[in-house]
């Protein structure tokens, strides 16, 4: 089964509104990954947070990580129409697992 | 700075042709390579992946097999391709194998379009 799972599947939000996408995980983890992918391109890293860290900032994304809970969220403040992408966790445990991604688009 | 190239861009293949996809890594040393495939729409699955010249793990039975004849080159291959292979091929690299300080850069990706 599916390791990494985000929700929503698709968002769609206005700019300057702030995005969250979930993700939850099935077995024990070293670090957890979110990754942003433009239609048609490879894959951007944004943040990894460890299994030890429960939250990390990096400009406008904040990640936290539950792990009692199984589950991290990406929070994207203040969104922009350049924010509109497909954005995937990844977990690291004994191999790297992608969840099927949630599509984002920012309304101008 | 590293910077990883895949070719070609897209490719459409009829039912039964082989395949060559090829990666190559510049500026970095004994990286760790992988291949992804993405189905439309769909997150991403891990293919194989290689940790040194000669050493290719396969994470799912298909009909795809990958060679590294170089430290930074990764080959994906077919001798017959099948409807079912249609997808956006990825090749990322990472500079540490499965530790936590991990992270993978991945190139442009290859379209295959099987008919």
């Known amino acids: 089964s599916q390791q990494g799972e985000e929700d929503p599947q698709a968002l769609s939000i206005q700019e300057g509104e702030n995005a969250t996408m979930n993700c939850s995980y099935k077995t024990s983890i070293n670090n957890l990954q979110w990754y942003r992918q433009n239609s048609g391109r490879g894959l951007v890293h944004l943040i990894l947070?460890?299994?030890?860290?429960r939250e990390k900032h990096s400009g406008r994304l904040r990640v936290t990580l539950d792990t009692s809970k199984k589950s991290s969220s990406l929070l994207i403040t203040a969104s922009r129409a350049a924010d509109t992408a497909s954005y995937f966790c990844?977990?690291?445990?004994?191999?790297?697992?992608f969840g099927p991604g949630t599509r984002l688009s920012v309304l101008p | 700075s590293q910077t990883i190239h895949q070719w070609p861009a897209t490719l459409v293949q009829p039912v039964g042709s082989p395949l060559s996809l090829e990666c190559t890594v510049e500026?970095?040393?004994?990286?760790?390579l992988y291949w992804y495939r993405q189905a439309a729409g769909r997150g991403l699955q891990l293919l194989f992946y290689s940790v040194g010249i000669g050493q290719i793990s396969s994470e799912v039975p298909q009909n795809l097999s990958a060679s590294r004849p170089q430290d930074r080159q990764f080959i994906l291959s077919s001798k017959k391709l099948l409807l079912s292979d249609s997808g956006f091929y990825l090749c990322?690299?990472?500079?540490?194998?499965?530790?936590?300080?991990?992270?993978?850069?991945f190139g442009p990706g290859t379209r295959l379009t099987v008919l």
């Open positions: 990322a690299w990472s500079g540490l194998a499965f530790s936590s300080y991990n992270e993978q850069f």
């Open positions: 947070i460890r299994s030890n860290e």
């Open positions: 500026g970095t040393s004994n990286p760790n």
């Open positions: 990844a977990t690291l445990g004994q191999n790297f697992v």
